[in-house]
């Protein structure tokens, strides 16, 4: 079997109705097949620009024109970031992902401080990652130049449903912004929620976006819509774990080196739960008792679910170089 970017809708739509156990042993086959079984990244995000977003993404708290009571606060400083870090380093991850409440980056010196936190960052021997909407082409060099590893920007559903979700920009601003970080030779991280209202189509045309991608993204996160009051889907039911897993076992079986990201909504998963979703190939977590603004399960939750499961954490991409030397499987 070889990594392929020329599926058809119909063929991911095949994989995704398939009968569910079959599509979880099929996953399965395909994750023990590419990738190391047990072995799941630990991201740790912190939000260091929150609120006051001008975009209308029904699903997000920190858009401004939904009152969620949220608390906003400015760009924060640098040393409190690295700090964060280091303690999230000290706590198992490896990757740190700082998101920023923007429509878009703008070359200001908000710009220059998110490049020292970048440098500070990647000078722990972390993968740093950011999240902090659309990027121009230079901009996103700049980035990488200052040590940057990963760039979070989610399709977050299909093509054809995205204007039912967010209409102060298009999905065509979202892959312009994907082409940016992959010309800067920027890890693209992609990925997107359920729970949002889509159908079937909707979730398997995510998938196909993702996975006729000229290059897969290097990681995609799955997330659970995580309802939030004062938000247009503040009453949307929670997605059922099933759903949880078609998706992300059609991601592994689409995508198979691909991180696939069990990201928002692990706090209402109990551990069975969250064992399916390893199990159809999820081999990344978002870990620490905070997402950007809503909760997660703690570092000492984490611990003990990946005690009982027999999941190690993954070396950040440093170590990694290293341990390549000797092993006879690494990869990306
Ligand atoms: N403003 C930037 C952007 O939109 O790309 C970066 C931060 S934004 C919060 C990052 C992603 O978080 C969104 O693309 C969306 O997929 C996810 N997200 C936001 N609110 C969420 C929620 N309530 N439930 C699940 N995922 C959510
Ligand atoms: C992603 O796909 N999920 C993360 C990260 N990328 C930036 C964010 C989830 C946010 C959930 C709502 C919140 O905490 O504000
Ligand atoms: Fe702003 Fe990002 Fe939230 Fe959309 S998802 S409102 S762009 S912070």
């Known amino acids: 079997m070889q990594v392929r970017n020329n599926w058809t809708f119909e063929e991911i739509k095949a994989i995704y109705q398939?009968?569910?156990?079959?599509?979880?042993?099929?996953a399965s086959a395909?994750?023990?097949?590419?990738?190391?079984?047990?072995?799941?990244?630990?991201?740790?995000?912190?939000?260091?620009?929150?609120?006051?977003c001008p975009e209308?993404?029904?699903?997000?708290?920190?858009?401004?024109?939904?009152?969620?009571?949220?608390?906003a606060?400015?760009?924060?400083?640098?040393?409190?970031?690295?700090?964060?870090?280091?303690?999230?380093?000290?706590?198992?991850?490896?990757?740190?992902?700082?998101g920023a409440a923007w429509r878009e980056v703008r070359d200001n010196k908000d710009f220059d401080k998110v490049l020292e936190m970048v440098s500070g960052v990647n000078q722990l021997g972390m993968e740093v990652c950011c999240t902090m909407g659309m990027l121009t082409e230079e901009q996103a060099i700049r980035?990488?130049?200052?040590?940057?590893?990963?760039?979070?920007?989610?399709?977050?559903?299909?093509?054809?449903?995205?204007?039912?979700?967010?209409?102060?920009?298009?999905y065509q601003d979202r892959l312009n912004t994907i082409g940016n970080i992959r010309k800067a030779g920027i890890s693209v991280c992609s990925g997107g929620i359920i729970g949002l209202g889509e159908n079937e189509d909707a979730r398997i045309g995510m998938i196909y976006t993702l996975a006729t991608l000229p290059q897969h993204p290097e990681s995609v996160p799955v997330n659970a819509l995580v309802a939030v009051e004062g938000t247009p889907l503040e009453d949307m039911k929670r997605v059922s774990v099933f759903d949880m897993v078609r998706m992300i076992a059609t991601a592994r079986i689409t995508m198979p080196l691909t991180l696939v990201r069990l990201s928002a909504g692990r706090l209402d998963?109990?551990?069975?739960?969250?064992?399916?979703?390893?199990?159809?190939?999820?081999?990344?977590i978002f870990a620490g008792d905070k997402l950007l603004t809503t909760p997660n399960p703690s570092f000492a939750d984490d611990q003990s679910m990946?005690?009982?499961l027999g999941l190690r954490p993954r070396v950040a991409f440093k170590q990694e170089e290293v341990s390549a030397e000797t092993s006879c499987c690494a990869n990306h």
């Open 18 to 26: 398939k009968p569910l156990l079959e599509l979880m042993y099929e």
């Open 30 to 52: 395909v994750h023990q097949k590419f990738n190391r079984i047990g072995e799941v990244q630990v991201n740790t995000l912190l939000s260091v620009k929150t609120g006051g």
């Open 56 to 71: 209308d993404c029904a699903y997000c708290p920190q858009a401004a024109r939904y009152n969620t009571g949220l608390k």
């Open 73 to 98: 606060h400015k760009l924060l400083d640098v040393d409190d970031v690295i700090s964060k870090a280091s303690e999230a380093k000290e706590n198992g991850s490896t990757r740190f992902c700082m």
């Open 143 to 170: 980035l990488k130049n200052a040590g940057l590893y990963a760039y979070n920007h989610n399709i977050d559903t299909s093509e054809e449903h995205y204007d039912k979700v967010i209409t102060t920009r298009t």
């Open 269 to 284: 998963m109990p551990v069975a739960e969250q064992a399916l979703c390893f199990f159809a190939g999820a081999n990344s």
């Open 306 to 308: 990946f005690e009982l």
